[in-house]
């Protein structure tokens, strides 16, 4: 079967991040390719006070990536992320399968927003995209 694009976003443990940002981060690289997969955009969202605690956190570092993988890997993926879960790097996280006609959009608005602390001056973020504003723009260029 054909690879798909999905998009992950992962609530990372605050603290953990801000004592060693590089090796949380690259957790999420590691388990993409563990199975196979490739990563086409791997980035810090934000980092923010949670809407309410969970499991004992009050902030979450976000961080957003997209990854190329085959469907029958991406029970695996899942696995690996729940260990990270239970382990404490992780908080909370959620993938989604991204429509094929709107991956080039979602990365490429997804790159030029705010990159990981102290790579880049980008004069102004501009934050993700969501998918339904990612479907908009999508229509929008398909204007025959």
Known sequence: MAEKVYEGLF???SDLYAREPDEVSSQIANVVEQFGGEVLL????DERKLEYPIKGH??????L???????SALGDVNKQFRLL?????????LIINV???LVDTLVEH??????HAGQAD???EVPPVSIIEAVNLVDEADVD
Not at 42 to 45: D, G, I, N, Q, V
Not at 65 to 71: D, E, G, N, V
């Open 99 to 101: 429509e094929p006609r």
């Open 122 to 124: 980008i004069p102004e």
């Open 110 to 115: 997804a790159r030029a927003g705010k990159l």
């Open 11 to 13: 609530i990372f443990n």
């Open 65 to 71: 990536s997209y990854f190329r993988i085959a469907p």
């Open 85 to 93: 879960e239970s382990s404490g790097v992780i908080i909370r996280f």
């Open 42 to 45: 791997s980035r810090l969202w």
């Open 58 to 63: 009050r902030r979450g570092t976000y961080w």
